[in-house]
C-alpha cells in the first residue's frame, strides 16, 4: 500500500532571500559614532571581564546606560 504524504504548500511571493534581507537592514542602520572613554586600566579589565562572563556585548551595555540616562 502506498503511503501518503502531504506536501507544504509553497508561496513563492512571500519568499524573502537573505540578501534581500540583508539589504534591508543595512537601509534601516543608523550611522554610528565612536565614543572613545578615558578609564583606568583595572576598571576597564573588570568591566571586560563581567561583560564576558555575563555574554554581554561592551558597546550594547553603553549604548544602553546612554539610552537610559536620556531618558530620565
Known amino acids: 500500500m502506498a503511503k501518503l ?12 532571500s537573505s540578501g534581500k ?4 537592514v543595512e537601509l534601516t542602520k543608523e550611522n554610528t559614532k565612536k565614543l572613545n572613554v578615558n578609564i ?4 576597564h579589565y573588570a568591566f ?3 561583560c564576558i562572563e555575563e555574554k554581554i ?6 549604548k ?5 540616562y ?3
Not at 21 to 24: K, W
Request: charged share 25%; glycine share 0%.
Open 40 to 43: 583606568p586600566d583595572s576598571l
Open 64 to 68: 544602553k546606560w546612554i539610552q537610559s
Open 48 to 50: 571586560k571581564k563581567k
Open 57 to 62: 556585548n561592551m558597546s550594547d551595555l553603553v
Open 21 to 24: 534581507i540583508e539589504a534591508m
Open 70 to 72: 536620556l531618558s530620565e
Open 5 to 16: 504524504t502531504a506536501k507544504k504548500p509553497t508561496n513563492t511571493s512571500a519568499h524573502i
